[in-house]
């Protein structure tokens, strides 16, 4: 009986302690896509588990992610530019690393456009006025000579289904679309006429938190930061099974997987790093459409000190 005890009472003692993972929700916008797939790398692969976190993945409008997060009913988001928009609003978020150091969309054009200069007198088809896709598509066009407020006529058509339909049926000469609808173009004939990041730095996909959780738990965002960047030089390095992921996770085709990390691999952040005149843009974008005059220093829009720890750690710096 002696005997029994004593080793009962020794299992107590070498047997591991097991913690609760902590569990956290992070929003993406749209659906579950490439430029997100970070977040299902890290949960898919482990890096969140391996940092003690569980992670609820959820799909949220922009305005709602942003409410969600200033209230605490969310503690991460994905989305670059609204939370810079917030930020500047003078919400109490931050953007604390990249994911995307620009953006995969496209010009997709009817078979007899062939370049950005025959775009003038055209319909431009766009998800919607004065967002990402507006604002690339002024940009590019301005950069080829072409008046966005004259020489073109942008039409606001919704989806990126929605407009790839538009273009096939005649409503709009060329739009701007997102991968993995290049793909499908291009095998109807379609014209590929500039990609975006071949033009501009416009980041879309990056961490952001809440000002409250930089300062009373910096180590959940530190762990968060490091299963993203770990999840970024994944995807880099590891096409097939990234693209699995992706099929899995955005319940795709796995052409259309193939087809959008191959669109987009070039633009996933190495580091966490988000290009400066990427950054610069996306804040005087905000700062033009909030009508907001006033310098607005980096400090009220970002936080990187956790990321270049992070980077440390890594050896990326």
Known sequence: MLFVQTVLLFSIFITPLTFAAEKIRMSVSGSYNMIFLAAGVAHHKGFFKDEGLETDIVVMSAPASIAALSNGDIDYTLLTGSVIRAAIRGLPVRIVAGLMSSSAHVFLSRPEIKTIK?????????????????????????????????????????SDSGRFTALQQNLADMVVTSPPWDFEGKKLGYNILARAYEHVNYPLAGLGVNQKSLQTNRGQVKRVVKALVRANRFMRDNREESVKILIVWGKGKPEHASAAYDSTVKIISPDGGIPDDGLRLLIDQ??????????????????????????????LR
């Open 118 to 158: 025959e775009l003038a007198g055209k319909r431009i088809g766009l998800a919607g006025f004065g967002d990402a896709t507006h604002v690339l598509a002024r940009m590019i066009l301005a950069k080829h000579g072409i008046d966005p407020d004259k020489d073109v006529q942008f039409i606001g058509l919704g």
């Open 286 to 315: 905000a700062k033009r459409d909030l009508k907001v005059t006033r310098d607005v220093p980096l400090s009220e829009i970002t936080d990187f000190s956790i990321l270049r720890e992070v980077q440390k750690e890594l050896g």
